[in-house]
T-cell receptor, first 107, second 113 residues
Framework: GQQVMQIPQYQHVQEGEDFTTYCNSSTTLSNIQWYKQRPGGHPVFLIQLVKSGEVKKQKRLTFQFGEAKKNSSLHITATQTTDVGTYFCAGLGKLIFGQGTELSVKP | KAGVTQTPRYLIKTRGQQVTLSCSPISGHRSVSWYQQTPGQGLQFLFEYFSETQRNKGNFPGRFSGRQFSNSRSEMNVSTLELGDSALYLC????????????FGSGTRLTVV
């Protein structure tokens, strides 16, 4: 069945450093969504990517969808303490989540 | 616009008992999905309902079941609880086209003792 792998599992950065998490699917995805879960909270939708090679930006966050629609990445420029949380990618059909990348930011 | 409401927020049950969790989606959302979240396993997909029909199902044993009512509210039931069922159970709803993502509830924290 469809599997979505996400790396790294944990990332500790100094405030101001960049951060990237990668998502890889065993099958071609129709689209991919990204979510953020703050500690003690629930996942919150960030963005959806649909087209092969698509790049979308939200302020300091840059999302990419691979040409083959089997991988995706989220890059955060100049992390801030407010970026702390776990970032999940999720592939559709069923919304299958990757294991998430937990980001901690040291001030 | 009210968000996704899950009840109860916390639940403690004894091994062998059964439990029913409730989810009220955002008004107008007809799709409801359920997830189990544990520290070691991340977000595991349980099932998805759309217009009272189960559209997708994850790889959970038959002890886990769900249903959706005509008003789109959904319930999930876990019978014969095991210690390993302790988890945060999250419900998410979406509009039909899912382009604006899924909106999650705050979850039900189930502890099995």
């Amino acid at each position: 069945g469809q599997q979505v792998m996400q790396i790294p599992q944990y990332q500790h950065v100094q405030e101001g450093e960049d951060f990237t998490t990668y998502c890889n699917s065993s099958t071609t995805l129709s689209n991919i969504q990204w979510y953020k879960q703050r500690p003690g909270g629930h996942p919150v939708f960030l963005i959806q990517l649909v087209k092969s090679g698509e790049v979308k930006k939200q302020k300091r966050l840059t999302f990419q969808f691979g040409e083959a629609k089997k991988n995706s990445s989220l890059h955060i420029t100049a992390t801030q303490t407010t970026d702390v949380g776990t970032y999940f990618c999720a592939g559709l059909g069923k919304l299958i989540f990757g294991q998430g990348t937990e980001l901690s930011v040291k001030p | 616009k009210a968000g996704v409401t899950q009840t109860p927020r916390y639940l403690i049950k004894t091994r062998g008992q059964q439990v029913t969790l409730s989810c009220s989606p955002i008004s107008g959302h007809r799709s409801v999905s359920w997830y189990q979240q544990t520290p070691g396993q991340g977000l595991q997909f349980l099932f998805e309902y759309f217009s009272e029909t189960q559209r997708n199902k994850g790889n959970f044993p038959g002890r886990f079941s769900g249903r959706q009512f005509s008003n789109s509210r959904s319930e999930m039931n876990v019978s014969t609880l095991e210690l390993g069922d302790s988890a945060l159970y999250l419900c998410a709803s979406s509009a039909q086209d899912r382009d604006y993502g899924y909106t999650f509830g705050s979850g039900t924290r189930l502890t099995v003792v």
